[in-house]
């Protein structure tokens, strides 16, 4: 029994009674849940890329609506007896949500497709994220753009219209698909901006949207893939990244406008830092160097903090003086060691299999120098070694 879609004939309804036509205990996860069909429901299931309404049927919690064939199946925490009436309520802050960002995906969709040819290739809406992929690449200015055309036509307050063609006629008008459609088609029209193939249900005017804001974009399988947050959750996240910016300031003791300027200071701080202990814990190797007695054969040394040019270097100096295995390890027993190791008579490519087949080493290189890293403890290098 096809299930009456009462979203179809008013976004905006936030309950209704229907009747129970079935129910069946059913795993959902790691839950036990009740699947339970009615008559006629206000719950939009997940289709369309958007996540499905939550709410309530006799204040009993509903955690998921899905759909097919046509039937609407709702997901219920407790059951229902067939034939009862129950009374249902949605979340309207979570659905008025859903439907500022839909819609506001449709304005933007709308305004590339129209402007630059881009078509939507994809779209989701979960409860944090809206994502879009368009199948051509967009520039900055491109997206500027759309995002501020956007948020004209939100400001213009353009209605939102949704509604089934006759049959007949739908051939004949040009509109926005994702996917070819069998059966009834629902169209979701704003003037001059999108008509679109749509089941989601949509704010009445665009005004409603609020705002749209473009949080982030880049290149995706050849085309664009484009972050976008409408009305409360654009204020949401505008208020949290506000709050992040006053921390910083408040932080490095500047203006907000100096923040940034701030932080490349302290970035340089840190290389300028980073060059002096480098040089440092170089002149403490070269040190350590010298004290080894020349009749040495092999040579092992272990220290903390060693850069990958400072070991190669020491390691070319002990090759020069020393016959046998020259080697460097840098880092401690927790968290494992970065090694360089050299020699003038050793296969040092065959001592780092070795390692890896041994130690679980990773890395190689050549028969004269090979470098890598092991997560194992001094002992157990040095036993192997």
């Known amino acids: 029994m096809k299930t009456e879609a009462l979203y179809d004939q008013d976004a905006f309804a936030r309950d209704f009674v229907g009747k129970v036509i079935s ?57 229902f007896l067939i034939g009862e009436e129950v009374h249902g309520v949605i979340d309207w802050e979570h659905r008025f949500n859903n439907m500022q960002q839909h819609t506001g995906e449709h304005i933007f969709t709308g305004i590339a497709h129209n402007t630059y040819g881009a078509d939507n290739v994809g ?21 500027d753009y759309i995002e501020k055309k956007a948020n004209e036509i939100i400001a213009s307050d353009v209605a939102v219209k949704a509604y089934y063609p006759n049959q007949q006629l739908l051939g004949a008008i040009n509109y926005r698909s994702k996917k070819e459609i069998n059966g009834a088609v629902r169209l979701v029209e704003i003037d001059s901006v999108d008509l679109c193939a749509c089941c989601a249900p949509h704010v009445k ?84 160097i010298e004290t080894i007695s020349p009749d040495l054969t092999d040579v092992t040394i272990f220290m903390e903090d060693l850069d990958a040019k400072t070991m190669r270097d020491g ?27 050299g020699s003038k008579t050793r296969d040092c490519a065959a001592i780092a299999t070795g390692l890896r087949e041994l130690l679980g080493a990773k890395g190689g290189g050549s028969r004269q120098m090979a470098q890598g890293n092991v997560a194992a403890t001094r002992n157990q290098i040095e036993n192997t070694l």
């Not at 779209?123 to 997206?143: C, G, K, M, R, Y």
């Not at 390890?329 to 970065?338: A, L, P, V």
Request: aromatic share 8%.
């Open 23 to 79: 129910c069946e205990e059913v795993k959902l996860e790691d839950k036990t849940a009740y699947k339970v069909v009615l008559d006629k429901t206000v719950f939009f299931p997940e289709q369309g890329g958007q996540t499905s309404d939550i709410g309530t049927l006799d204040e009993v919690q509903v955690i998921d609506v899905q759909i097919e064939d046509d039937v609407i199946y709702h997901y219920c925490l407790n059951g």
């Open 315 to 341: 390691v070319n100096t002990l090759v020069e003086k020393h016959d046998g295995l020259c080697a460097i390890f840098s880092g401690n027993d927790e968290d494992g060691y970065n090694f360089v190791i």
């Open 205 to 288: 005017t665009t005004g409603q949207v609020g705002m749209l804001k473009v949080v982030s974009f880049g290149k995706y399988k050849g085309g664009t893939r484009v972050y976008i947050l409408c009305g409360l959750r654009a204020l949401a996240d505008y208020n949290r990244r506000m709050k992040l910016l006053e921390q910083s300031y408040q932080l490095l003791n500047c203006k907000d406008d100096e923040v940034p300027e701030k932080i490349a200071g302290l970035m340089e701080d840190k290389r300028q830092l980073e060059y002096r202990i480098c040089d440092i814990k170089a002149g403490m190797l070269t040190n350590q």
């Open 123 to 143: 779209f989701h809406l979960s409860d944090n994220t809206v994502t879009l992929d368009l199948n051509i690449e967009l520039s900055d200015e491109q997206v």
